[in-house]
């Protein structure tokens, strides 16, 4: 049987650069090579796409004669489908799949829409809000207020300690925890270097965080993982998660209770159906007194060694090398 060529897209111009390319690796690591034919293409910093197979040369998609390929100076390789393990901002947001939808190249992920829909986190929000999930209680601004009125609404609306971050990333970029009005300035500043719009929330001290993993395959069907949990010191910020003194572990299978359980699972499968999620993704909540609160939604999860998703799956009897195929052969 033809191996299958997959052009295996990571990198990019965002904010999470580092992360994608430790999820390629491990893909790239992982990946069955007797039936699928990897083409590692990576978009550097400055965005320029790169055949990192032959010392970083330059690349592009293009259409040739129906088909999608690789092409470069020396050539062309016709390409099957496309792997975009692309985190944040022009990963998750729908810009990506959007220039492969024009090519009529079949990707791993979701669409234009649903990603750009879970990338944004007050919109989501609001859709949790219209599907009876709960979310902690939260102000956004537009980017149109001055430091001051931003301040005045937050601290009258939310008052300290309160989370901001920004309303389109992940990772925990751009967030910081405020406590007194001494940092609100600066902590805002931060958030909107990241994009004009911003989340300001309630600060759940003490909350863990539960994350339930999504896979839809024709394979497999449908399945929402039983909740794993980030178990942490402090909070979850970028250092903590990927810095070399991370104080983050994780653990597959949270100690719940099987009603939390149940409406982890619940939630998750509401949000998937609302937005219009395909094949993957990571449902993030808060949990504090027996109260869940959505956090987050991830359309294109974390794929390294140490990712929370494909270890949750993984416990679902599917293997790093499986679920890639299965990801890639349902895309096309």
Do not use: H, Q, W
């Given at each position: 049987m033809k191996k299958l060529s997959v052009a295996i897209i990571y990198g990019g111009e965002g904010g999470e650069h580092e992360i994608s390319c430790a999820s390629a690796k491990n893909i790239l690591n992982s990946i069955d090579r007797t039936r699928l034919d990897p083409y590692p293409v990576l978009i550097d910093k400055a965005g320029i796409w790169r055949h990192t197979n032959y010392n970083g040369r330059r690349v592009h998609l293009a259409k040739a004669n129906g088909k999608t390929v690789i092409r470069d100076r020396y050539g062309s390789t016709e390409i099957d489908a496309a792997f975009p393990i692309l985190h944040g901002d022009y990963g998750e947001d729908g810009r990506i799949q959007g220039a492969l939808d024009a090519l009529g190249l079949p990707y791993v992920g979701c669409s234009v829409t649903a990603g750009a829909v879970a990338a944004d986190k007050i919109l989501t929000k609001r859709i949790a809000d219209s599907l009876g999930i709960p979310t902690v209680p939260s102000v956004s601004l537009t980017g149109t207020e001055s430091l001051p009125e931003a301040r005045e609404i937050a601290e009258a609306e939310i008052g300290y300690p309160m989370?901001?971050?920004?309303?389109?990333?992940g990772s925990s970029l751009g967030c910081s925890l405020v406590t007194e009005r001494?940092?609100?300035?600066?902590?805002?500043?931060?958030?909107?270097?990241?994009?004009?719009?911003?989340?300001?929330?309630?600060?759940?001290d003490g909350?863990?965080?539960?994350?339930?993993?999504?896979l839809k395959t024709r394979t497999r069907g449908e399945i929402f993982t039983d909740p794993g949990e980030i178990l942490k010191r402090?909070?979850?910020?970028?250092n903590a998660k990927y810095g070399d003194n991370s104080t983050v572990r994780l653990s597959v299978r949270a100690e719940l209770d099987s009603s939390t359980k149940a409406r982890v699972k619940r939630y998750s499968k509401l949000l998937v159906d609302a937005i219009g999620i395909r094949q993957l993704s990571r449902i993030d909540f808060f949990l504090k007194n027996g109260e869940l609160y959505l956090n987050?939604?991830?359309?294109?999860?974390?794929?390294?060694?140490?990712?929370?998703?494909?270890?949750m799956i993984n416990a679902c009897g599917i293997t790093t090398p499986d679920l890639i195929t299965e990801l890639i052969g349902d895309a096309i």
């Open positions: 989370f901001i971050k920004p309303s389109g990333l001494d940092g609100f300035d600066d902590a805002l500043s931060l958030a909107r270097e990241c994009g004009a719009r911003v989340l300001i929330e309630e600060y759940l909350a863990r965080e539960v994350e339930c993993a999504y402090g909070v979850y910020t970028y987050e939604i991830n359309t294109m999860p974390g794929f390294t060694e140490g990712s929370l998703y494909p270890m």
